[in-house]
Nanobody
């Protein structure tokens, strides 16, 4: 069984910052890519940022320059540092891990989601 647990969401004023975390636990061999997605009210789920096992990163156009994704392989954890948050960043944020599981397949797993609300 694999479980992803997110933390760090909340209410923040425009211009503020938040740091999200997502940790994986359970039985798996290795982690390939990690990523963060978000889904606003009435919108589709979109990529915010991703980081490959090599460390290479990719960011959504709407957040470039304002967010940084990082990973701690020893802790099986991915982080998302978000700065200069704006009301349009309000959404449920989901982490996604691509894992090689114990049956040797590569599967995708989602966190439960954490609400980020940007409002004055």
């Amino acid at each position: 069984q694999v479980q992803l647990v997110e933390s760090g969401g909340g209410l923040v004023q425009p211009g503020g910052s938040l740091r999200l975390s997502c940790a994986a636990s359970g039985s798996f061999f290795s982690i390939y890519a990690m990523g963060w997605y978000r889904q606003g009210p009435g919108k589709q789920r979109d990529l915010v940022a991703s980081i490959a096992s090599s460390g290479s990163t990719n960011y959504g156009n709407s957040v470039k320059g304002r967010v940084t994704i990082s990973r701690d392989n020893a802790k099986n954890t991915v982080y998302l540092q978000m700065n200069n948050l704006q009301p349009e960043d309000t959404a449920v944020y989901y982490c996604n891990f691509q894992l090689r599981t114990t049956d040797w397949f590569i599967r995708g797993y989602w966190g439960q989601g954490t609400q980020v609300t940007v409002s004055s």
